[in-house]
């Protein structure tokens, strides 16, 4: 066995003391991004990507040797560890070849093959799989036991078959050929519940549907195993897709070749045939056939998983619009428009409810109002959520700017999901107790345009609506991913430790919520914090803790400049080193990137931080506490199209991608109804993944190719040159089939075209076997 540093090290491509030395770290409690920040000098570089995969390798790995050492101990004990089985158990790389040599000795619930070798019928399952010549009528006379339940010949022979199919199901090396045969030929196929048609319309694309196994896409899986799980489709995989099912697979021929039965008339033929159809068809197929269905699914969840959290990433590291004073208008029409007005700091300054729109139509009223609070206030920024009455509402705030003389205000819609998530969450109880529900949310839109990586860590990843297919994946798994994401984005950009929420403070390296919490509470009690040695003084905040939080916690104007920047306080004295040696301060360093190219990196480099580490510091004293997120941007969506009966084909409009598939991607447009950019209309050139050309939060221009008002369908592309019949045909052959049920809520696409079977004239397979052979089995099908 090698080791485990080895053995990711290869995956990674990396040196095992790299891997040796992240291992260590990660056991010792440090987290990711304090690893991949502050100890580049020990791993030699590694970043966050590699350190993630290797926490998750590393997972496995070890519950694959605690299986392992259990296997190993349990065969012991039943006598039968064989050195050769022993060696083959320890060079297993993964739990499917684990368990397939742990399956004959792997205790079990009584089987039929058990009862039979319980009854004496194993000496004849043995003899006639090693003598075909013998008759299997005449020789299982000798083996009735009324007593046992075998009462005449057949009941004998249904007991040695059982014997010899159970022993075909436990072979590893068997397992692994019909597996590997299987994942290189075999179609995964989908096929309507009889009576299900109407209420399975959705699923329409998939009621006759067949693709290779081995290339079936995420979306689509989860698409045919959530119509599964409705009762409206049925998956089965077919090992011979252009064969009749009656004729003998290529699989039932796989088996005789393994176990060399090259039958040619001898008397056994027809029943050593019958074992091997049985063998395949009532035990090895369906459970191959359950096993690799569960792996396409794992598969598929990790897919659409790396898709959630990706976009979740792009939507976390969005531009910020900055600390400027902000209204928040939270759309509505019967029961009004919420009103929240924030300082530059994300403080409630103002909440009221306007109802411009009908039934009320207090439209002048309503801009007095609006035009006195950004008076009142003056309001740089209005933020006015993308649900009901948005573009009216963004109507409004335009009549207000115009009636503005000094601060005229930018007017921005921002998605308003998860909001009212939030709004009715224990967390925002605990921030505005005495704020009613509706207007909680308007906050959150307010805040959300200011910071929206603070502002979203509140809500639950799930509610944000950039997800695929993430209530049909291991909730765990995604928690644990997307845990992970917000971690790295917030480390990312660091904290404000005078002014972030407890939420925020919960994502910090090192910090757990009841330490977060008490970060609040110290900072409530004591003023704000004067400079990161305060941090010590926090309960429960203990060393290991400080060690792992300290550089991603910001104070701005403190006692110590360097608690604005990334700097780690356990680098700080070679930082006073740099001072000394260029005969200067901290604030005549900050941002000097001249100064600090003349600093003589060899007489600064300690036994602990080494060259890599003093780089890293130089790059953060140029750039203190730089913020790695893009430039502020808004869409501005066109005037006069607000729903979607508004939009024509032709129209080029500019959009915000919310959402990116691996089949395309999502662009609000500001009509209430998502539309998408298939892969095929992304750009001219060939991609692989949408990822390659936008992500969540991209501003684009697209073009209407189509809209469906009744289905609420729009199709756009981003070729804007082509005409409309060139930007209906794909630039190339798209590798994603999109289906109906993939969008989130309101969002829409292109539906897919029907994938046609093949369908070829049916062949003489049972040429291959060898006449005799083929004789038998031709009498087992009459």
């Known amino acids: 066995m090698i080791s485990i540093a080895e053995q990711i090290a290869k995956e990674l491509n990396v040196s095992p003391v790299q891997i040796n030395a992240a291992i260590t770290l990660l056991d010792d409690g440090a987290t990711v991004p304090f690893i991949a920040r502050y100890r580049k000098e020990a791993t030699q570089g590694l970043d966050d990507n590699h350190l993630r995969h290797l926490n998750q390798r590393l997972t496995y790995i070890r519950d694959l040797n605690d299986r392992r050492n259990v296997i190993l101990k349990s065969i012991e004990e039943q006598g039968k560890l064989t050195p050769a089985l022993s060696d083959a158990l320890n060079q297993a790389d993964n739990k499917t070849r684990l368990e397939d040599l742990y399956l004959p000795y792997k205790p079990k619930r009584r089987t039929k093959g058990q009862i039979a070798i319980e009854a004496g019928i194993e000496p004849l399952a043995n003899k006639l799989y090693n003598d075909w010549r013998l008759v299997p009528e005449t020789e299982a006379t000798a083996f009735i036991n009324v007593d046992a339940g075998f009462k005449e010949e057949k009941d004998v022979l249904d007991g040695a078959m059982a014997i010899i199919i159970e022993r075909f199901a436990e072979d590893a090396s068997l397992l692994q050929k019909l597996r590997s045969h299987l994942l290189k030929q075999a179609h995964l196929t989908s096929t309507l519940v009889k009576g299900k048609a109407q209420e399975g319309a959705k699923y329409k694309d998939y009621f006759e549907h067949s693709e290779r196994l081995k290339s079936v896409p995420s979306h689509r899986m989860l698409a045919m195993l959530r119509g599964r799980s409705e009762s409206v489709l049925k998956l089965v995989i077919d090992v011979d897709p252009q ?38 068809r009532t035990k090895l197929g369906l459970s191959l056939e359950t096993e690799l269905i569960g792996n396409l699914r794992e598969q598929a969840e990790v897919e659409a998983i790396k898709v959630f959290a990706t976009n979740l990433s792009d939507l976390l590291m969005a531009a910020p619009a900055g600390p400027k004073v902000t209204l928040g208008l939270d759309p509505g029409l019967r029961t009004g428009c919420k009103l929240a007005v924030v300082d530059a700091t994300g403080k409630l300054l103002h909440t009221s409810t306007i109802f411009p729109h009908a039934p009320q139509n207090h439209w002048d009223k309503s801009v007095r109002a609006l035009v006195n609070l950004c008076q009142q206030h003056k309001v740089e920024l209005i933020a006015i959520g993308n649900g009901t009455a948005s573009r009216e509402s963004d109507k409004l705030a335009g009549e207000v700017i115009l009636g503005l003389e ?26 505005f107790p005495d704020l009613d529900v509706s207007l909680r949310g308007a906050v959150s839109i307010a805040r959300r345009l200011q910071d929206p990586l603070a502002e979203l860590v509140k809500i639950d990843p799930k509610a944000i609506g950039v997800g695929q297919y993430q209530h049909d994946v291991s909730q765990s798994q995604l928690i644990k991913t997307l845990d992970d994401v917000i971690e790295d984005c917030v480390n990312a950009v660091g904290v404000d430790l005078n002014s972030a929420s407890v939420a925020l403070l919960t994502r910090v390296s090192g910090l757990t919520k009841t330490m ?20 010590k003084k926090v309960a429960r905040l203990g060393p290991k803790a400080f060690e792992q939080a300290a550089g991603f916690l910001r104070i701005a104007q403190g ?13 700080y004295p070679v930082v006073e080193k740099i001072i000394a040696q260029l005969n200067a301060s901290v604030s005549d360093l900050l941002t000097n990137s001249e100064q600090l190219s003349k600093v003589n990196i060899a007489d600064v480099v300690t036994a602990e931080f080494g060259e890599v580490t003093v780089n890293d510091i130089i790059k953060e004293l140029e750039k203190p506490g730089r913020d790695p997120r893009p430039e502020f941007k808004t869409a501005n969506f066109k005037e006069g199209v607000n729903t979607i009966n508004d939009l024509e084909v032709g129209m080029i409009l500019e959009g915000v991608i919310s959402n990116v598939a691996n089949f395309g991607a999502f662009v609000d447009l500001g009509v209430h109804q998502d539309g998408l950019v298939h892969i095929s209309s992304l750009t001219n050139k060939f991609v692989s993944d949408p990822r390659e050309v936008v992500k969540a939060g991209d501003i684009v221009k697209v073009k209407v190719t189509e809209v469906d008002p009744a289905r609420k369908r729009i199709s756009l592309t981003m070729r804007l040159d082509d005409t409309i019949e060139q930007s209906t045909k794909p630039a190339h052959k798209p590798s994603h089939k999109p289906n109906n049920n993939n969008a989130p809520k309101n969002q829409v696409h292109n539906k897919p075209q029907k994938e046609q079977r093949a369908h070829k004239p049916k062949e003489a397979n049972n040429a291959v076997m060898g006449n005799a052979f083929a004789d038998a089995f031709a009498k087992l099908k009459k």
Request: aromatic content about 8%.
């Open 243 to 280: 064969q009749d099912s009656a004729g003998y697979s290529s699989a039932e021929q796989l088996i005789t070749e393994h176990y060399n039965l090259r039958l040619t008339g001898q008397a056994g033929a027809e029943f050593l045939t019958k074992v091997v159809r049985n063998a395949w």
């Open 559 to 571: 006692d110590n400049p360097l608690d604005q920047s990334g700097v780690h306080p356990e680098t």
């Open 406 to 431: 000094k601060i005229k205000p930018n007017k921005v819609i921002v998605s308003e999901a998860g909001a009212s998530v939030y709004s009715a969450s224990e967390l925002a109880a605990k921030e």
């Open 516 to 535: 977060a919490q008490n970060v609040v509470n110290y900072r409530d009690e004591n003023g704000r914090f004067n400079n990161r040695k305060e941090l």
